[in-house]
C-alpha cells in the first residue's frame, strides 16, 4: 500500500450516525493531518496529532494514531448532511520541511 | 481568521504558453508549499519554500516550474511551456513554525489549470 493510504475509499451513512475512516501509512512520521474537500474546492484542515499522541479531539471529531501499527483514523460523530466530502489523511516525516504526503481519501456521503 | 488566498482561481491557456499562480499565503507564516491534485488523484507535493529558498523539490518540479516569493507577502508558482498533462488544480499552502518546524498547513482555495 502506498503512503497515507485511506479505507474505505466510499462511505455512504445515514444523517445521524458516526462515520469512520482509517489511514495507514508506511514511513515513521512527525505528525499526521486530516484534511476535508468538498467536491472540486480547497482542502479545509480538521485536526493535526503528534507522533507522541494517541487520540485527540475537536468537536464531533476524534482522531487516534497507533504509531505501532502505523495507522490513524477519523471518527465523525452523529454525522451531518454538510459532512459530505472527501477526507485525507496527510503525514509528515520526522525530519525535513515537512512536506505532506496525502493518501487517497475516503469518499464520505451523508444521506439525509 | 486569516487564509490563505489564491488568484486567479481558474486560468485556461494553451499548451507552450507560460502561466503564474499566484498565492497570498497567510501574514507572518514562515514555510510555503505548492501542491496539485489531478482530477480523481491524490494530492501530490511539488515544492517548499522556506528563508527565500527552495528547500525541497519533487520530481515533478522539473525545469519547466520554478517559484517566487516577490514582495514578502505574494508566493508565485510560473510553469513555463505548459503542457497538457499540467492539467490539474494547483494548491498553495503555508505553515508557521514550530519549534525547530514548521507547524500546520493551511491550504488555499486552488487554482484551477486547464491546458488546452
Known amino acids: 500500500s502506498q503512503q497515507g493510504e485511506e479505507d474505505p475509499q466510499a462511505l455512504s451513512i445515514q444523517e445521524g450516525e458516526n462515520a469512520t475512516m482509517n489511514c495507514s501509512y508506511k514511513?515513521?512520521?512527525?505528525?499526521l493531518q486530516w484534511y476535508r474537500q468538498n467536491s472540486g474546492r480547497g482542502l479545509v484542515h480538521l485536526i493535526l496529532i503528534r507522533s507522541n499522541e494517541r487520540e485527540k479531539h475537536s468537536g464531533r471529531l476524534r482522531v487516534t494514531l497507533d504509531t505501532s501499527k502505523k495507522s490513524s483514523s477519523l471518527l465523525i460523530t452523529a454525522s451531518r448532511a454538510a459532512d459530505t466530502a472527501s477526507y485525507f489523511c496527510?503525514?509528515?516525516?520526522?525530519?525535513?520541511?515537512?512536506?505532506?504526503?496525502f493518501g487517497t481519501g475516503t469518499r464520505l456521503t451523508i444521506i439525509p | 481568521e486569516p487564509e490563505v488566498t489564491q488568484t486567479p482561481s481558474h486560468q485556461v491557456t494553451q499548451m507552450g504558453q507560460e502561466v503564474i499562480l499566484r498565492c497570498v499565503p497567510i501574514?507572518?507564516?514562515?514555510?510555503f508549499y505548492w501542491y496539485r491534485q489531478i482530477l480523481g488523484q491524490k494530492v501530490e507535493f511539488l515544492v517548499s519554500?522556506?528563508?527565500?529558498?527552495?528547500?525541497?523539490k519533487s520530481e515533478i518540479f522539473d525545469d519547466q516550474f520554478s517559484v517566487e516569493r516577490p514582495d514578502g507577502s505574494n508566493f508565485t508558482l510560473k510553469i513555463r511551456s505548459t503542457k497538457l498533462e499540467d492539467s490539474a488544480m494547483y494548491f498553495c499552502?503555508?505553515?508557521?513554525?514550530?519549534?525547530?518546524?514548521?507547524?500546520?498547513?493551511?491550504f488555499g482555495p486552488g487554482t484551477r489549470l486547464t491546458v488546452l
Open positions: 496527510a503525514t509528515a516525516r520526522l525530519l525535513g520541511n515537512e512536506k505532506l504526503t
Open positions: 501574514s507572518n507564516h514562515l514555510y
Open positions: 499552502a503555508s505553515s508557521d513554525q514550530l519549534g525547530f518546524g514548521p507547524d500546520t498547513q493551511y
Open positions: 514511513t515513521s512520521i512527525n505528525n
Open positions: 519554500f522556506y528563508n527565500n529558498e527552495i528547500s525541497e
